[in-house]
Structure formats: structure tokens, C-alpha cells
């Protein structure tokens, strides 16, 4: 028997096997996610600290604050430490009275901006649409986030999240999705596991080389 006839035996046997259906209609189930992605905590506080963990493991920075006045407390905080020159938002309705209240120029990505204006700023500052607890992931869209490049081009990347928007995984999140925007998907879901980085030369780990290689999260 040639190995032609061998691979085409093999195929025919293959075929025989019955495929494991999931669910009414052959397709995975959430159920079925579940029960192979990281288990995550029954609380509300359990799943808070688990996302400080995975965060902090993954080289982010996460606090939790009580107000507006600890979160600016904060921003001012990191602002004096690292000195920015400029900082790039977008008008949300948590982030713009913030920024400005920071002092430095603010170059709004809502109001059209040049790309390369956008990497010369310090840091970026922008919204989300969820946390999720099982990766320490942040999940922003186009349209919550200030488009596609804040998120990217600064060297600093600012998330300002709320309690609520705490999720406990993956499923969880593309529901939240789903609920809020429809069958009117933004352009753009992006989700964020830490800052960027590579190991590609060497397995050494770098951090910033396709995007930002600080993050830092505040959730209200």
C-alpha cells in the first residue's frame, strides 16, 4: 500500500467516528467554555481578587479606588512621578473632567488628531467596556475607548474602569458585548492582557513592542 492510499485509509476511518455534538444544534455551549477555561470565584470580591492577581502577574498595575476624588488623587500622583508633558483622552463621561482637571495639554481623539501627535504624548487615558476575572483582561471597543490608536501609540496606557463592569470570564464578557452594542458591533473589540510584549529573541521577555509597555487600571 502506497502512503497516498495509507493517508486516504486513515481519512475513511476518521470519518467513521461520530463527532461529539454540544448543545441543540452541534455548537459549544457556554456551559461547555466553562468547563475547560480557569474556574473563577462564586463573589464579587473573590473575582476582584483574582483580576488584582492575574493583573499583577501579567506586569500590570491595578488599584481599586473609592471616588472620583482618590482616583484624581491618584492620576496626580502618577502625573508628578512621571512627569507628563502631554496626555492623549477621548471625551467619556468618566475621563474628560478628569484629564483636564491634570493640568498638562490634552489632545482629544474625539476631536480628529494627527497619529504622530498621538505617540508624542505621555500617556494615554481612556475608558473600557469590561474586566474579566479569569485573564486580568480589559476589553475595549472603538467606541468606549476612543477609537483604535489610543490604546496603542502612547507608551502609557491609563484604564478608568467601574465596579460593574467587573465579569467573570470570557463568555461573560462577549455577553456584555452583545447586550450593549447589538447586532451594531463596534469596529473595533480589543482585548487587553497586560502591556505589550515579546520573547520571540532569545525567550527575553520585552516588554513595549507593539503598543504601550506600561498599564496601569483604576477601577471607581
Known amino acids: 500500500m502506497s502512503e497516498r492510499e495509507n493517508i486516504f485509509t486513515r ?6 467516528v461520530e463527532a461529539h455534538a454540544h448543545g441543540p444544534k452541534g455548537l459549544p455551549t457556554t456551559a461547555d467554555h466553562r468547563r475547560v477555561l480557569p474556574a473563577v470565584g462564586a463573589t464579587t470580591e473573590e473575582q476582584f481578587a483574582l483580576f488584582a492577581k492575574n493583573a499583577v502577574d501579567l ?22 512621578v512621571e512627569s507628563w508633558k502631554r496626555i492623549a483622552a ?5 475621563v474628560e473632567a478628569l484629564v483636564v482637571s491634570l493640568g498638562p495639554p490634552v489632545l482629544f481623539t474625539d476631536d480628529g488628531c494627527d497619529k504622530h501627535e498621538l505617540e508624542k504624548c505621555d500617556v494615554g487615558i481612556s475608558e ?12 475595549v471597543t472603538s467606541r468606549t475607548a476612543g477609537g483604535r490608536a489610543l ?11 467601574r465596579r460593574e463592569q ?9 455577553a456584555l458585548i452583545k447586550q450593549k452594542h ?12 497586560g502591556p505589550s510584549r515579546t520573547g520571540d529573541i532569545e525567550r527575553i521577555l520585552v516588554l513595549g513592542a507593539h503598543g504601550p509597555k506600561k498599564l496601569t487600571i483604576f477601577c471607581v
Open 11 to 16: 481519512i475513511r476511518e476518521a470519518l467513521r
Open 90 to 94: 477621548h471625551r467619556g463621561q468618566q
Open 182 to 193: 447589538g447586532a451594531n458591533y463596534p469596529s473595533m473589540i480589543s482585548f487587553i492582557t
Open 166 to 174: 467587573l465579569v467573570p470570564d470570557l463568555s461573560a464578557a462577549f
Open 59 to 80: 506586569r500590570a498595575a491595578f488599584k481599586l479606588v473609592k471616588d472620583n476624588s482618590e482616583l484624581t488623587a491618584e492620576l496626580r500622583a502618577l502625573r508628578d
Open 128 to 139: 473600557c467596556d469590561a474586566l474579566v476575572a479569569q485573564t486580568g483582561t480589559v476589553v
Open 151 to 161: 490604546s496603542c501609540l502612547p507608551p502609557h496606557h491609563v484604564i478608568i474602569a
